[in-house]
């Protein structure tokens, strides 16, 4: 099983700053990863496939680099409507589907 | 438009059982392999169960998460374009609201596509 791990596990910006938010694999997963946002009383939100990939309809001030072991989210310009818990996830090799334990991401 | 919608969940004593169904319409169903997930309160996402399609040609047709090996068991009518969940053996620690979810890619799976869950509650 891989095992992703982020960090911080809470993360505490001012308005119009950068978030950066942390993923690492256990192993390498190539750039097989995803980043999804998710509110509280909401289901998550794709954001991010293929490391550095934005869905459709996500805002340019969200870009995820890495590749192999080591991945980043970057928010940029941070916006109150960007509170919310943030996960990694591999689909590199499963079962299981592996998610890391989420970033929490405050406003200051 | 892709929509999933679970339903199904309940209040529910430890050692019963309960099962979650998860509607859907606007893409192909009976091609997509389904996904079940769960956030238990206070803790991140966690992946369930998979089942492939009718199409898959090999013998390990649904796939389980280690919690729930044995005790769920994922199944699917193409007919109705619905995903199921059987819950059973239910335990306190399988409280959490379900998810299910879509990929449009078609072949990786990160998912595009939620429901707006269902939840579970395990309690005496």
Known sequence: ?108 | EVQLVESGGALVQPGRSVRLSCETSGFMFEDSVMHWFRRPPGKGLEWVALIRSKSYGGTRVTEYAASVKGRFIISRDDSKNVAYLQMNFLRADDTAVYYCAWYASGRYFYFDYWGQGTLVTVSS
């Open chain 1, 1 to 108: 099983e891989i095992v992703m791990t982020q960090s911080p596990a809470t993360l505490s910006v001012s308005p119009g700053e950068t978030a950066t938010l942390s993923c690492r694999a256990s192993q390498s997963i190539t750039s097989d990863l995803a980043w999804y946002q998710q509110k509280p009383g909401q289901a998550p939100r794709l954001l991010i496939y293929a490391a550095s990939t934005r869905a459709t309809g996500v805002p340019a001030r969200f870009s995820g680099s890495g590749s192999g072991t080591d991945f980043s989210l970057t928010i940029n310009s941070l916006q109150s409507e960007d509170v919310a818990v943030y996960y990694c996830q591999q689909y590199h090799n499963w079962p299981p589907i592996t998610f890391g334990q989420g970033t929490r991401l405050e406003i200051k």
